[in-house]
T-cell receptor
Framework: GQNIDQPTEMTATEGAIVQINCTYQ??????LFWYQQHAGEAPTFLSY????GLEEKGRFSSFLSRSKGYSYLLLKELQMKDSASYLC??????????????FGGGTRLMVKP | EPEVTQTPSHQVTQMGQEVILRCVPI?????FYWYRQILGQKVEFLVS????????KSEIFDDQFSVERPDGSNFTLKIRSTKLEDSAMYFC????????????FGDGTRLSIL
């Protein structure tokens, strides 16, 4: 099976930087994905890592260490609209070469003025 | 930007009734998925579909569930005899390829079973 852990809630200030951590345990690791989800809406793809290192996309960056089973999402220059849940999801290859994502419980980020 | 579309946005059904949720994946995508999210809980995988057959399914996806690609554009999820615990948000997703491609989600169908 797979186990994904991320903090339940975080609070940060507008304009600041926040790092949301995710640890996972899985076999057949085949990628880690970060999604943003506003309340009542669909998950929106932000970033993904298959290899170790940092991937940067504008204000968002994601880091992966496969040996440590660890990833983080870094959000810079926080804006009020960044208040949302951030979902860490792991893709694992199984015998059928499937592509299913297993999601963590999400980290609810509150950005305060 | 192309997107996954789902209909209806909200479906209210009596327990025991059949329900069909519809999705139009992004046109050049080959892999299709259904996920569900019970209110306040995690997003959970239901089923993946490729080349007109199920490639993977979870324990949730029992005999009451089925998927179909009836034509070149639609992808449907059918629940044969709905239960109260089927009440959830159902998300369709699609991806271009298995390796490297992210899954893009539709806006979801909120299913309410009475």
């Amino acid at each position: 099976g797979q186990n994904i852990d991320q903090p339940t809630e975080m609070t940060a200030t507008e304009g600041a930087i926040v790092q949301i951590n995710c640890t996972y345990q899985t076999s057949g690791f085949n990628g880690l994905f970060w999604y943003q989800q506003h309340a009542g809406e669909a998950p929106t793809f932000l970033s993904y890592n298959v290899l170790d290192g940092l991937e940067e996309k504008g204000r968002f960056s994601s880091f992966l260490s496969r040996s440590k089973g660890y990833s983080y999402l870094l959000l810079k220059e926080l804006q009020m609209k960044d208040s949302a849940s951030y979902l860490c999801a792991v893709r694992a290859r199984n015998n059928n070469a499937g592509n299913m994502l297993t999601f963590g419980g999400g980290t609810r980020l509150m950005v305060k003025p | 930007e192309p997107e996954v579309t789902q209909t209806p946005s909200h479906q209210v059904t009596q327990m025991g009734q059949e329900v069909i949720l519809r999705c139009v994946p992004i046109s050049n995508h080959l892999y299709f998925y259904w996920y569900r999210q019970i209110l306040g809980q995690k997003v959970e995988f239901l089923v993946s579909f490729y080349n007109n057959e199920i490639s993977e399914k979870s324990e949730i996806f029992d005999d009451q569930f089925s998927v179909e690609r009836p034509d070149g554009s639609n992808f449907t999820l059918k629940i044969r005899s709905t239960k109260l615990e089927d009440s959830a948000m159902y998300f369709c997703a699609s991806s271009e390829e298995v390796v490297g491609g992210p899954q893009h989600f539709g806006d979801g169908t909120r299913l309410s079973i009475l």
